[in-house]
Structures are given as structure tokens and as C-alpha cells.
């Protein structure tokens, strides 16, 4: 199972980025995925994760700015980031538990500029 993020970029400080990420191999159960963020010099942090039934959990600093949502046919999870502020700037890891393990995606660094 791999799990491949796309999406990140430089946007300004209020600007907005849409966060993918795809799940392939053989897979026959997906518990959830989600979205986590390591900053420079912070520990990885829970962003946002949503599970089979399409409820997302959000971390506090998130919520009203970022959804994040899932395509259970298309095997997809997306983090739609809106008014960004430069503290949001790290990299963006995609995450799952699929068939009963935690996979990690490679990161997709998301830079906002003040």
C-alpha cells in the first residue's frame, strides 16, 4: 500500500491550497485517513482525519479554515486549506490506517508567506 500527497505549494498569507492524496495497492480496508503537519523544529501534529462514515476530526487551530474529505470509491482523501496564516507553514502528510496498519505518505511541504 502507498500512499501518494500532491497539492502543496507557496501561497500568501488569507490565500488558499487544496491538499490530495491517493491510496493505492492492495487494499481491503480503509479505518481512516487524514492529514498530519511537522513545522521546522515542532513534532508532527494532527491536522485533520476523517473516517469511513465521512465525519473529520479537526485539530482546534484548523477549524472554520480547513475540511477535509474522502472519496471512499476512489480510495481519496483531500484537506481543503483556506485563510492560511504563516504559522500553517511545514510539511503535510497524508495518513491512513488500511488493512489494520498506519501507512504515511511522503509529505507535501505548504509555505505561506506573511
Known amino acids: 500500500v502507498q500512499l501518494q500527497a500532491s497539492g502543496g505549494g507557496l501561497v500568501q498569507a488569507g490565500g488558499s491550497l487544496r491538499l490530495s492524496c491517493i491510496a493505492s495497492?492492495?487494499?481491503?480496508?480503509?479505518?481512516?485517513m487524514g492529514w498530519y503537519r511537522q513545522a521546522p523544529g515542532k513534532q508532527r501534529e494532527l491536522v485533520a482525519v476523517t473516517t469511513n462514515d465521512g465525519s473529520t476530526k479537526y485539530a482546534d487551530f484548523v477549524k472554520g479554515r480547513f475540511t477535509g474529505s474522502r472519496d471512499n470509491a476512489k480510495n481519496t482523501v483531500d484537506l481543503q486549506m483556506n485563510s492560511l496564516k504563516p504559522e500553517d507553514t511545514a510539511v503535510y502528510y497524508c495518513s491512513g490506517v488500511i488493512n489494520e496498519l498506519p501507512y504515511w505518505g511522503q509529505g507535501t511541504l505548504v509555505t505561506v508567506s506573511s
Open positions: 495497492g492492495r487494499i481491503f480496508v480503509i479505518n481512516y
